[in-house]
């Protein structure tokens, strides 16, 4: 599947799946579906994102709205606390449904669902505790006094919000097994139109932030229930013998979901230590402008992350079935479309890059060329390395990843401190290229080659 043939696959009747054939385009119908629908998703919430800000700051203030904002920002921080079981649990659901067993398939999905209500339930309760004894006047330093309890209700109230979208989201990952996440993405868009009312409701009231909270987060959370009805309808989820069900797969949870938990963890530590590096050696001035960059190129990376996405669960099924010419064929194609796009958004953006900048910033930030051009180099190769980790996720590949991304951290934090010294910005990105990169041959190239070959040749 290409950019060029998409439209083939845009279609509501299913293929008949008796065949191989049939099957690969199958999936390719199934993911284009998805592509649409997170599309739309996406867009309403960014419409939902454009209106919040109207809709509170007039009565909130800088300040509330800025508290907020501070906590909702949480949700991406801690979303590593479901230890990598949402992710385990996608690929489980993806193996047992090649297998054509409703009856094990029903087992796995109410099991892992089973087990992922316990773990937000605990998650939840955890935070709950630790909102009571943290000190949130450091944490988030407000000037109004009676702002500062309303910090604490807010974060008490997120506690248990947080815990609870750690299982509603593994609804999510279990459609993603399935191969319909389309579905997830049109009810997180009712989600969001559903949060859009609560919050205009909430507004016209001039309600505190708990409620703002509750929602946003809190509506979207609850929408997603609408899809354990449906797996419950489709006889894909039951309560009966659900406790024997978790207990039969926690263990496998936890198990693959470790590594999972261990590569975000390794991701979030070498990617989101790069402000803190930029912030203590050059200042907070130039964090603004690495964000800035950051955001740019953010229309090289993003566009490609959501068509290349619903493949995990496609490459998965074709990797229980052992259909490798599905699997070959598929990283061929995504990897090529990926880096045609890729390279062509960035050097429209290197060309560009300056002009739009000032502008955006009304001329407050200027930035080099080499800089751009050093960032634009990793957008593309992250573009490219997402299009290949779904690949690796999708065949369970997860062990080469872990090692990956150990290293990278080892090397590359290090690194990045000593060059941001001497070189400054460019230097930081041209090092951290140069070990990605070697990194990347070391371990998938010789290491892990034989196990990465297995999965996309025959023999």
């Not at 080469?400 to 460019?426: C, D, E, R, W």
């Not at 951290?432 to 070959?453: A, P, T």
Request: hydrophobic share 55%; charged share 10%.
């Amino acid at each position: 599947m290409n950019l060029l043939t998409l439209h083939r696959y845009l279609r509501l009747i299913p293929f008949d799946v008796s065949t191989e054939q049939g099957r690969s385009d199958e999936r390719y119908r199934l993911a284009v579906l998805t592509m649409a629908a997170n599309v739309l998703s996406r867009g309403v919430a960014m419409v939902v994102m454009v209106l919040t800000v109207s809709l509170t700051i007039p009565y909130l203030g800088a300040e509330r709205f800025g508290v907020w904002m501070t906590i909702a920002s949480f949700v991406g921080m801690l979303s590593f606390l479901d230890l990598g079981v949402g992710n385990a649990l996608t690929n489980k659901v993806s193996q047992v449904a090649a297998q054509n067993s409703p009856d094990a398939l029903r087992r796995t999905i109410s099991g892992g669902l089973g087990f992922l209500f316990i773990l937000g339930c605990t998650i939840g309760i955890l935070l709950f505790l630790l909102t009571s004894i943290l000190p949130w006047d450091k944490i988030i330093k407000v000037k109004d006094v009676a702002v500062s309890t309303e910090v604490l209700n807010t974060a008490a109230i997120f506690s248990i919000l947080f815990g609870f979208s750690l299982f509603s989201n593994g609804i999510q990952r279990v459609f993603a097994g399935l191969q319909r996440a389309f579905e997830s993405h049109l009810v997180s868009l009712a989600g969001s139109c559903f949060s859009l009312l609560a919050l205009w409701i909430a507004t016209k009231q001039e309600a505190s932030i708990p409620y703002l909270l509750a929602a946003t987060l809190g509506v979207q959370s609850l929408a997603n229930l609408g899809l354990l009805i449906i797996l419950a309808k489709r006889s894909l989820f039951t309560l009966k013998r659900i406790a024997d069900h978790t207990r039969l797969e926690a263990h496998h949870l936890i198990h693959v979901g470790g590594l999972f938990f261990i590569l975000q963890i390794g991701t979030m530590v070498g990617w989101g230590a790069d402000s803190l590096i930029i912030a203590s050696t050059l200042g907070a001035a130039q964090v603004a402008a690495f964000a800035i960059v950051q955001r740019l190129f953010q229309f090289v990376i993003q566009p490609m992350s959501i068509m290349n996405a619903p493949l995990w669960g496609a490459y998965a099924d074709a990797n229980s079935r052992g259909e490798k010419r599905f699997i070959k064929k598929t990283l061929i194609s995504s990897i090529y479309s990926t880096g045609i796009y890729s390279v062509a958004a960035f050097i429209l953006i290197l060309i560009s890059g300056e002009y739009l900048v000032k502008v955006w910033t009304g001329n407050s930030l200027i930035l080099s060329f080499y800089f751009l051009a050093a960032y634009g180099t990793w957008s593309v190769l992250e573009a490219l390395s997402n299009s290949f980790a779904m690949f690796m996720n999708g065949c369970n590949i997860v062990r080469p990843q872990v090692f990956g991304v150990l290293s990278l951290i080892t090397l590359s934090i290090p690194m990045k401190i000593l060059a941001i010294n001497y070189y400054g910005l460019t230097g930081m990105l041209t090092g951290f290229i140069m070990v990605y990169c070697l990194n990347i041959i070391f371990w998938y190239g010789f290491v892990f080659r034989k196990e990465i070959k297995s999965k996309i040749f025959k023999g």
